[in-house]
């Protein structure tokens, strides 16, 4: 007997100006069942998602939830039919503890004791250890994620979307976010799960739907599809493999020194005491799990935060009490985390944010005026060499998907020829095929004499690229080591803190 459908969606279409972002989209979800939602940046995934909790209005098709009519006008609606949703990006108050940031998520909230007792008997029932009363500030990327977790826990639903989930997750919390998924699952609730990590959707997913262009192109069952086949399935033609070149690295193009600084938030993390040489030619890959130093290590890298004279020297010049600009113009640059905000302006236009980084080396605002011709034409050079899908360089850096968004800012720093590279999280969100073009990128720039910092939670990506790995603990940095054969474990032990001899012995 065939099981009816928690969920099934008829001819979704959803266009916006200049894209289609669905495009007569079907598909069904059945009670128990983690079904992937699978495609590129772009594809039309988030769109979809969308339209089923409520934040978008198709233009047209139909939802049917346990075979009645579903068209939620609001995520209110969308929640009290029993869907719930975590987001990519967590929305949560840092000065706040976690029972209060639930509570903010309910629609009816029980008082403050009540609902910190449901917070615990929820955390034990599913394994996502949690107190109540801790500052959501003082919480890891992990923690935090745990908390969008019960608060949608606690509305029973019966449909779990998530997207991109793991991003931010050591290996062990990705462990312990399956086994939970695995128990809701067993216990009936459906999951939509969106992520890039192909091998996770092989070892989580029941089923999965694979968009291109904001159609549906095919179903596969992950458990027997490779992951190979599934992205070539995404994209529509044949994956390139990063191809690694193997030079010799060259000078040492930065030292860092005893590098201290300050945490800029209340809730951040201060650097202590960072030592380390990056030569030119050679990729140093930073792991680590959210909230170690990986984002202020950065700003002290960029110029962002000052450090004090002699802790930090780029090619023999003390660098230290110079802001991003002449920074830049010396050939340091950097590609930070936070995409909308931080590495662009979200109301700016892809021509404008391509200005605000590239002007001194692109020579975009000679004598102080602005050449908007050149500035557009980097930004068209940026969207053509990184395959950036977008209307044009006209449009907002807010209307493009995050991975398109996040292609746009790493090409937009690769092309400018910098002598050193700071990146952190450079394939965050984006998909399979993407994240081997700007990979090999780095690798490219490297192969030129580059010399590059990739700050990365992927660890696979670090492995990938890496010349040598070392770990953020506590604002930390361990004692580099070749990438080349480190295994699993040993990353793990270096990643918790553990450096030097406990770790040579693993």
């Given at each position: 007997?065939?099981?009816?459908?928690?969920?099934?969606?008829?001819?979704?279409?959803?266009?916006?100006?200049?894209?289609?972002?669905?495009?007569?989209?079907?598909?069904?979800?059945?009670?128990?069942?983690?079904?992937?939602?699978?495609?590129?940046?772009?594809?039309?995934?988030?769109?979809?998602?969308?339209?089923?909790?409520?934040?978008?209005?198709?233009?047209?098709?139909?939802?049917?939830?346990?075979?009645?009519?579903?068209?939620?006008?609001?995520?209110?609606?969308?929640?009290?039919?029993?869907?719930?949703?975590?987001?990519?990006?967590?929305?949560?108050?840092?000065?706040?503890?976690?029972?209060?940031?639930?509570?903010?998520?309910?629609?009816?909230?029980?008082?403050?004791?009540?609902?910190?007792?449901?917070?615990?008997?929820?955390?034990?029932?599913?394994?996502?250890?949690?107190?109540?009363?801790?500052?959501?500030?003082?919480?890891?990327?992990?923690?935090?994620?745990?908390?969008?977790?019960?608060?949608?826990?606690?509305?029973?639903?019966?449909?779990?979307?998530?997207?991109?989930?793991?991003?931010?997750?050591?290996?062990?919390e990705v462990e312990i976010l399956f086994k939970t998924l695995r128990k809701l699952s067993g216990e009936g609730t459906a999951i939509l799960y969106i992520s890039h990590k192909l091998d996770e959707i092989r070892a989580l997913c029941d089923a999965a739907t694979i968009l291109r262009l904001g159609k549906v192109v095919g179903h596969c069952t992950p458990a027997e599809t490779s992951a190979r086949d599934m992205a070539e399935m995404m994209v529509g033609?044949?994956?390139?493999?990063?191809?690694?070149?193997?030079?010799?690295?060259?000078?040492?193009?930065?030292?860092?020194?005893?590098?201290?600084?300050?945490?800029?938030?209340?809730?951040?993390?201060?650097?202590?005491?960072?030592?380390?040489?990056?030569?030119?030619?050679?990729i140093l890959g930073i792991g680590g799990v959210a909230g170690n130093g990986q984002d202020e290590l950065l700003s002290a890298l960029s110029g962002e935060v000052l450090s004090p004279v002699g802790m930090v020297t780029f090619e023999g010049r003390d660098v230290g009490q110079l802001g991003p600009t002449p920074r830049r113009k010396m050939g340091m640059l950097s590609a930070p985390e936070e995409r909308l905000g931080h590495a662009a302006a979200p109301?700016?236009?892809?021509?404008?944010?391509?200005?605000?980084?590239?002007?001194?080396?692109?020579?975009?605002?000679?004598?102080?005026?602005?050449?908007?011709?050149?500035?557009?034409?980097?930004?068209?050079?940026?969207?053509?060499?990184?395959?950036?899908?977008?209307?044009?360089?006209?449009?907002?850096?807010?209307?493009?998907?995050?991975?398109?968004?996040?292609?746009?800012?790493?090409?937009?720093?690769?092309?400018?020829?910098?002598?050193?590279?700071?990146?952190?999280?450079?394939?965050?969100?984006?998909?399979?095929?993407?994240?081997?073009?700007?990979?090999?990128?780095?690798?490219?720039?490297?192969?030129?004499?580059?010399?590059?910092?990739?700050?990365?939670?992927?660890?696979?990506?670090?492995?990938?690229?890496?010349?040598?790995?070392?770990?953020?603990?506590?604002?930390?940095?361990?004692?580099?080591?070749?990438?080349?054969?480190?295994?699993?474990?040993?990353?793990?032990?270096?990643?918790?803190?553990?450096?030097?001899?406990?770790?040579?012995?693993?």
């Amino acid at each position: 007997m065939t099981q009816t459908p928690l969920l099934h969606l008829t001819g979704l279409s959803k266009a916006y100006p200049g894209v289609v972002a669905n495009d007569d989209v079907s598909l069904s979800i059945a009670p128990g069942e983690v079904h992937a939602l699978l495609g590129e940046n772009g594809a039309g995934k988030s769109t979809l998602v969308k339209m089923i909790y409520g934040l978008v209005k198709p233009d047209a098709g139909t939802m049917l939830m346990r075979g009645a009519p579903f068209a939620p006008p609001e995520p209110r609606a969308a929640r009290a039919a029993g869907v719930g949703m975590v987001f990519q990006h967590f929305s949560l108050f840092d000065a706040l503890s976690v029972a209060e940031n639930i509570a903010l998520g309910m629609e009816n909230a029980p008082k403050m004791r009540a609902l910190s007792q449901q917070i615990r008997e929820v955390s034990d029932t599913y394994g996502l250890p949690l107190a109540p009363d801790r500052v959501v500030g003082d919480l890891s990327a992990g923690e935090r994620q745990r908390v969008e977790i019960i608060r949608c826990l606690l509305q029973e639903p019966k449909l779990l979307i998530m997207d991109e989930p793991t991003s931010v997750l050591t290996p062990q919390e990705v462990e312990i976010l399956f086994k939970t998924l695995r128990k809701l699952s067993g216990e009936g609730t459906a999951i939509l799960y969106i992520s890039h990590k192909l091998d996770e959707i092989r070892a989580l997913c029941d089923a999965a739907t694979i968009l291109r262009l904001g159609k549906v192109v095919g179903h596969c069952t992950p458990a027997e599809t490779s992951a190979r086949d599934m992205a070539e399935m995404m994209v529509g033609s044949a994956l390139k493999t990063p191809i690694r070149a193997g030079k010799t690295p060259g000078d040492v193009v930065l030292t860092l020194a005893g590098l201290s600084a300050p945490s800029p938030s209340a809730f951040g993390m201060p650097l202590r005491d960072i030592s380390v040489e990056v030569r030119r030619g050679e990729i140093l890959g930073i792991g680590g799990v959210a909230g170690n130093g990986q984002d202020e290590l950065l700003s002290a890298l960029s110029g962002e935060v000052l450090s004090p004279v002699g802790m930090v020297t780029f090619e023999g010049r003390d660098v230290g009490q110079l802001g991003p600009t002449p920074r830049r113009k010396m050939g340091m640059l950097s590609a930070p985390e936070e995409r909308l905000g931080h590495a662009a302006a979200p109301e700016m236009s892809l021509t404008e944010n391509a200005l605000l980084t590239g002007a001194a080396r692109e020579n975009l605002d000679p004598r102080g005026v602005i050449n908007w011709g050149a500035a557009q034409r980097f930004a068209q050079k940026i969207i053509e060499r990184f395959d950036v899908r977008t209307p044009g360089p006209h449009n907002a850096a807010r209307s493009l998907s995050g991975g398109n968004l996040q292609k746009f800012v790493i090409g937009r720093e690769v092309l400018q020829r910098p002598d050193l590279l700071v990146v952190n999280q450079p394939t965050w969100g984006v998909d399979a095929s993407a994240a081997a073009s700007i990979r090999q990128a780095l690798l490219d720039l490297a192969e030129g004499g580059t010399a590059l910092i990739v700050i990365s939670q992927d660890l696979d990506e670090l492995m990938e690229i890496s010349d040598r790995f070392a770990a953020l603990n506590e604002g930390r940095l361990s004692e580099p080591r070749a990438a080349q054969g480190l295994s699993v474990e040993e990353i793990g032990l270096m990643m918790g803190g553990a450096h030097g001899m406990e770790v040579a012995h693993v």
